[in-house]
């Protein structure tokens, strides 16, 4: 049998690891687009340079999107790259529609021009639910963005309907809640957090400065959600899936769970910097994960406690050295 071939954008990132990871256990060939830069940031795929085609593309540039299809003759296509940060999204918000909204067109078109039979996972987000109009959100609330980052998704997320009713292609989108890992990233709030918990428990670092500790998030962990992309994509017929815990925890709560883990104290360390706080703040998110448990099977492993506390442990060991 032939292996199935997938091709990964922005497989540098937390959830393109995991999912290359989870894709190679599966048996495919993976492919994955990355963007040229002066020095090469390829951490997280360290591991699995072996095993990986990598062809250099942007979403900026259809040309390049169009020669990665070409080249992987993908079976099926994970569109996870995007500029992903919502704060920054205020500091380059046109910048952030042509990377997280408009990209999303120019790979659907690529895609329509080279390989309309594949299947198409967007990376939507719950942060288009922004100032919410349900609780707990489902597939059907509307969405109310609160940020460029945000509007951004909400494109991306319609064009990929749309794409779907217009031209009958296999395209499914991912409305996933925030999930973390020790692969995040040092600026989202958990990871921020773990890590100062770490560096000031080894002496490394004084103080944690943060933002709006009363936000509440739904958040799970990285690896258990990059199999809800691949289910969605083995469904005869492509629908959009929230993918959630059902659980929602506030920034204040990770960080005592964190500083609890390093054995620290949270008055002896913690500055509240208002500069951190959004120009529009998404207060409280919490999804219900039903259709998805429900269609696809799918339930999430790693609860919110074990989670912050594994990062906690991995950013130890980080830069502890052991
Ligand atoms: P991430 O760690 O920030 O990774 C983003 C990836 O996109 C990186 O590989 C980055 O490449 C790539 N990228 C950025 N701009 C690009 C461009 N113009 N052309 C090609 N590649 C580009 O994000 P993540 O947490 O893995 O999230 C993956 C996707 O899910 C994103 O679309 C994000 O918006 C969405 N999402 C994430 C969450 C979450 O909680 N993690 C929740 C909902 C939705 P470089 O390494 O070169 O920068
Ligand atoms: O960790 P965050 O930066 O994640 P945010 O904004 O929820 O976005 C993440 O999840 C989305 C899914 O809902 C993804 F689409 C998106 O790509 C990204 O992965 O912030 C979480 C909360 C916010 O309310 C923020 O105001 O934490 C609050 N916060 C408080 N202090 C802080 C800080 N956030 C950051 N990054 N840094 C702080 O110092």
Known sequence: MTMRRALVTGITGQDGSYLAEFL???GYEVHGMVRRASTEKFERIDHLRDRLKLHQGDLLDHRSLVDALRAS??????????????????????????????GVTRLLEAMREVCPEARFYQASSSEMFGKVLE?????????????????????????TVN?????????SSGILFNH?????????????????????KLNL???????????????????????????MLQQDHAEDYVVAT??????????????????LSIDDHVRLDPALRRPAEVEHLIGDPAKARERLGWAPAVGFEQLIRMMVDADLKLLGGT
């Not at 794409?163 to 395209?171: F, M, N, T």
């Not at 059902?246 to 054995?263: K, M, N, P, T, W």
């Open 24 to 26: 190679l256990d599966q």
């Open 73 to 102: 003759r993908p079976d099926e296509i994970y569109n996870l790259a995007a500029m992903s940060f919502v704060a920054t999204s205020w500091i380059q918000p046109t910048l952030t529609a042509e990377f997280t909204g408009t």
């Open 135 to 159: 609780v707990p959100q489902v597939e059907s609330t509307p969405f109310y963005p609160r940020s460029p980052y945000g509007v951004a998704k909400v494109y991306g997320h319609f064009i």
């Open 163 to 171: 794409y779907r009713e217009s031209y009958g292609l296999h395209a």
């Open 180 to 200: 973390e890992s020790p692969r995040r990233g040092l600026e989202f709030v958990t990871r921020k957090i773990t890590w100062h918990a770490a560096a000031i």
């Open 205 to 231: 670092r004084r103080e944690l400065s943060l933002g709006n500790l009363d936000a509440m998030r739904d958040w799970g962990f990285a690896g258990d959600y990059v199999k809800a992309m691949w289910l």
């Open 246 to 263: 059902g659980e929602a925890h506030s920034v204040r709560e990770c960080l005592e769970i964190a500083f609890d883990q390093a054995g």
